[in-house]
């Protein structure tokens, strides 16, 4: 008999795809979209990669869905993210008619679900998502800590060989 997953097993795959963004340099944020216990897309962020300002792991999966579904209202679907959509996101979210929306960690600076917004469970909006947060919650948060500690710390070394290089002169 198959094992059902569950929405721990959904959000590893999210942070998969979180850690694949980390390793050429995109901001770890991961996404999978399911429909009827299938994962229909996989996606990590690629704004940098692309130069494109929407090309957000979500943005992204819903596109892969709707593409490999035929159709872009995604009713039945779940989203698995590890870090709280934005409000872009949370937009198309909506406007994609998402069912489920199942994310690790909280972004206090840019929420669109909960932190800052309430744009997915909005009752005034023409849909609603049921929202779920802190899944796997320390780990998803771990790994945006850790690259942005990665990050800070090149950009130290990056900028004390400026200033030996420019000593040199």
Known sequence: MERVMTDKDYMQLALQEARAAA???EIPIGAVLVVDGTVVARAHNMRETWNDATAHAEIIV????CKRLGRW???GAALYV???PCPMCSGAIVNSRIEKVVYG???AKAGGAESIFNIISNPN??????VVSGVCE??????????FRCRRLENRQAKAGRT???GEN
């Open 138 to 147: 320390a780990e998803c948060a771990k790994v945006m800590k850790d690259f």
């Open 82 to 84: 590890t870090v709280e």
């Open 105 to 107: 960690c909280p972004d």
């Open 164 to 166: 030996e290089s420019s």
């Open 73 to 75: 209202r995604l009713e």
């Open 125 to 130: 909006l023409n849909h609603k998502a049921q």
């Open 23 to 25: 390793a050429i340099g």
């Open 62 to 65: 819903i596109r892969e869905a």
